[in-house]
């Protein structure tokens, strides 16, 4: 079998882009290829029958005797401060085994200099609390019923304004994990036509949540008041 190589040849402006397609001969077959085991030879895969059959089963498949179901309940908003978060009615659900918000948990690192469960939400699907029920349903149920106030804070949704100097800061430090780490390579000869090194000057800033909704989730259920 032939090969095909396909080269891009213009960028079009305003119209379509052009390329050129260009065959080769075939690879040279390799020598005493008969009598490898695995080169050249069809080898299936040691799980595929099982998942083409259906038979094959992952963790979520897997139950336990005893197993328990958790659930997580997420900020709908992108940067806000929780005012009040009750979770009697969720506790009181048959079928509920535990409830977990920042009242239980109030002070647990979590996630560089984060904690579990801030009373602070930085993102939307930022994590306020969590259930484990009997199954999936019953906890889903108990979501429902956690009832949280929010104090929505200023936030940005882009790269740029999130390192404005008056941009709201979504962690007391900044918006940045860490300084930039900056380091030069090389010698560029100024005074020469034709360098023959380059130097390079790098900053890698790393964004911790550089804006208050840079990670989206899809709104979780439960009550929210503003």
């Not at 059959?53 to 997420?74: E, T």
């Not at 918000?101 to 984060?114: A, F, I, N, T």
């Not at 469960?117 to 306020?128: K, P």
């Amino acid at each position: 079998m032939s090969r095909l190589h396909v080269k891009k040849l213009r960028t079009g402006e305003g119209s379509k882009d052009e390329y050129k397609v260009e065959e080769h001969a075939p690879l040279p077959v390799w020598d005493g290829v008969d009598s490898y085991d695995v080169v050249g030879k069809r080898i299936p895969r040691v799980e595929g029958a099982d998942k083409v059959s259906g038979r094959a089963r992952y963790s979520y498949d897997i139950r336990l005797p005893g197993q328990l179901v958790a659930k997580v309940l997420r900020s709908p908003l992108p940067h806000a401060r929780i005012k009040r978060i009750d979770t009697s009615a969720a506790r009181a659900l048959p079928g509920v085994y535990a409830v977990v918000s920042s009242v239980d948990v109030s002070d647990m690192s979590w996630y560089e200099h984060g904690k579990l469960f801030d009373t602070t939400v930085r993102f939307v699907g930022d994590e306020v609390a969590a259930v484990a029920a009997i199954d999936g349903d019953v906890a889903e149920d108990a979501l429902r019923l956690i009832e949280v106030e929010y104090e929505p804070l200023p936030h940005v949704t882009d790269l740029a304004a999130a390192r404005a100097p008056d941009a709201p800061r979504v962690w007391p430090g900044g918006n940045l994990a860490s300084e930039p780490e900056v380091y030069e390579r090389g010698d560029v000869p100024v005074r020469s036509a034709k360098p023959t090194s380059w130097s390079t000057r790098c900053t890698r800033p790393r964004p911790r949540s550089t804006t208050a909704s840079s990670r989206m989730a899809a709104p979780p259920p439960g009550k929210a008041t503003t």
